[in-house]
């Protein structure tokens, strides 16, 4: 399976962005996808992920309430829906695909990352 994020960019604090993993090769409706970010310096931390029936993971409360996670089988797609966005949140942004929901890195496939940069 490969996956392509997209959607990411400049925005200012406040704002939104809408991030979508795009997959191939795969059906993407049987994967649990996840969402993973990682700022300079950092290690990459889990944001979200959503299981194959809808059930979704958020990170913390500080995601949880801003942060949406969401999939459309349909189109073999996956979205994370970000609002109020701060500079924290600033990084690149992952999309995985596993077998098993996990808050965790080890998903089987990994898109190549967009980049979301939030300006004070």
């Known amino acids: 399976v490969q996956l392509v994020e997209s959607g990411g960019g400049l925005v200012q604090a406040g704002g939104s962005l809408r991030l979508t993993c795009a997959a191939s090769g795969g059906t993407l409706s049987t994967y649990v996808i996840g969402w993973f970010r990682q700022a300079p310096g950092k290690e990459r931390e889990f944001v979200a992920a959503?299981?194959?029936?809808?059930?979704?993971?958020y990170s913390a409360d500080s995601m949880k309430g801003r942060f949406t996670i969401s999939r459309d089988n349909a189109k073999n797609t996956g979205y994370l829906q970000m609002n109020s966005l701060n500079p924290q949140d600033t990084a690149v942004y992952y999309c995985?695909?596993?077998?098993?929901?996990?808050?965790?890195?080890?998903?089987?496939?990994w898109g190549q990352g967009t980049q979301v940069t939030v300006s004070s």
């Open positions: 995985a695909a596993g077998r098993i929901l996990i808050m965790g890195p080890g998903y089987e496939y």
């Open positions: 959503i299981g194959t029936t809808g059930f979704s993971e």
